[in-house]
């Protein structure tokens, strides 16, 4: 009954920019939080960045001052602008969904994932 749809990915050179959105739809009574991850190749799943219901936002080291992400509640839908792009960004990046059915059940959902390839 839920939805994730994402977009933005693609190929770009070192230096450049991005932006991801991801849009959630369904069986959502609210969301807590929606953010974004990414798993390189060899890699475990890493946080990249979060932003919850009242807009507090949590970013990885590496991507700070280079990322921005942001959400438009009435569309819940969820953005992550990436600039100053490094080779060391190139990875499957997936949407992440924390929310809560309509019998205030917690639940996490994934997006199936969207490519971000860097080239140097």
């Known amino acids: 009954q839920v939805q994730v749809v994402e977009s933005g990915g693609g190929l770009v050179q070192a230096g450049g920019s991005l932006r991801l959105s991801c849009a959630a739809s369904?069986?959502?009574?609210?969301?807590?939080?929606m953010g974004w991850y990414r798993q390189a190749p060899g890699k475990q799943r890493e946080l990249v960045a979060t932003?919850?219901?009242?807009?507090?936002?949590n970013y990885a080291d590496s991507v700070k001052d280079r990322f921005t992400i942001s959400r438009d509640n009435a569309k819940n839908t969820v953005y992550l602008q990436m600039n100053s792009l490094k080779p060391e960004d190139t990875a499957i990046y997936y949407c992440?969904?924390?929310?809560?059915?309509?019998?205030?059940?917690?639940?996490?959902?994934w997006g199936q994932g969207t490519q971000v390839t860097v080239s140097s």
């Open positions: 932003i919850t219901s009242d807009s507090s936002t």
């Open positions: 992440n969904l924390d929310y809560k059915t309509f019998l205030r059940t917690p639940r996490i959902y």
């Open positions: 369904g069986s959502i009574f609210s969301i807590n939080a």
